[in-house]
């Protein structure tokens, strides 16, 4: 087998598409609008052969039309979601086996987000790793506005993405890593790992390199919405907002409200 690669694709102020392809066909992740993934393929000469969707925000599904003008290829999408053009409706446990590039996905249900939304698991490419692509639930240290869930729903979810293999390569669709990780040093701030990070982002983003792929492992160490349960984020909360902190769900909420205001 080929090595397959993954193609993460600049759309909009800070969207991925993500590509990936076998150097022949390619299928393409949430194209939130057609024209870059129509310039990439032409560019590669790659050939679409298949669309992956994540949940039903215009960014991540705008272009879908577009990109079937002239061709047919299937659209994979959640079960949860009204999104036109599915044509094949997914839930937790499904499996997508796409022939060319030779990929097999196993289906996430990780509501919180939207409330349909999917993840796309592989278990392992040709050299064994595992790759998911999670749209945006789980951003490299940090996670989803909850538009549609509760914090209880984004929490399950992040915690099924955690549990994932810690090679699991990490697939997201904005390019938040900087502002996240400012925000993950006030939740964090004694935190080696991140602090590292910090600096290893910056200078990426300085090249105009992307952060992505991140890995479950990393996220594991520096991204605070995994770490809820630290007694340091913990006490850390509980001195910046003047709130009680008695378990990970409340420290979970309250984070992801702080983020929401935070500048
Ligand atoms: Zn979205
Ligand atoms: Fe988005």
Request: proline fraction near 6%; hydrophobic fraction near 45%.
């Amino acid at each position: 087998m080929n090595a397959l690669e993954y193609v993460p694709v600049p759309a909009f102020e800070d969207n991925y598409i993500w590509l990936v392809s076998d150097g022949r066909y390619a299928v393409v992740v949430d194209p939130g609008e057609a024209a870059p993934v129509h310039a990439y393929l032409a560019k590669r000469g790659w050939q679409l052969s298949a669309i992956l969707l994540t949940h039903h925000h215009a960014d991540h599904v705008g272009g879908v039309a577009d990109l079937l003008k002239g061709q047919v290829v299937p659209v994979y999408g959640p079960a949860g979601e009204a999104i036109a053009h599915l044509t094949r409706r997914l839930k937790r446990g499904d499996r997508v086996s796409i022939a060319a590039p030779a990929l097999d996905f196993t289906v996430l249900d990780v509501p919180g987000h939207t409330s349909g939304h999917i993840a796309y698991f592989q278990t392992a490419d040709s050299r064994g790793t595992p790759h998911v692509f999670c749209g945006d639930t789980l951003f490299a240290c940090g996670c989803g506005r909850l538009f549609e869930g509760t914090a209880a729903q984004m929490l399950e979810s992040l915690d099924a993405l955690a549990a994932l293999p810690g090679a699991t390569e990490v697939h997201c669709a904005h390019e938040y890593t900087l502002s996240n990780i400012r925000f993950a040093l006030a939740c964090d701030p004694q935190n080696h790992a991140l602090q590292t990070w910090r600096d290893e982002a910056t200078a990426l983003r300085a090249r105009q390199v992307p952060t992505l792929p991140t890995t479950i492992a990393h996220e594991r160490a520096v991204n605070p919405f995994l770490r809820a349960n630290d007694p340091a984020i913990q006490a850390t909360l509980a001195e910046q907002l003047h709130e009680s902190v008695p378990d990970r769900l409340t420290a979970f909420t309250l984070m992801r409200e702080w983020k929401n205001r935070f500048r």
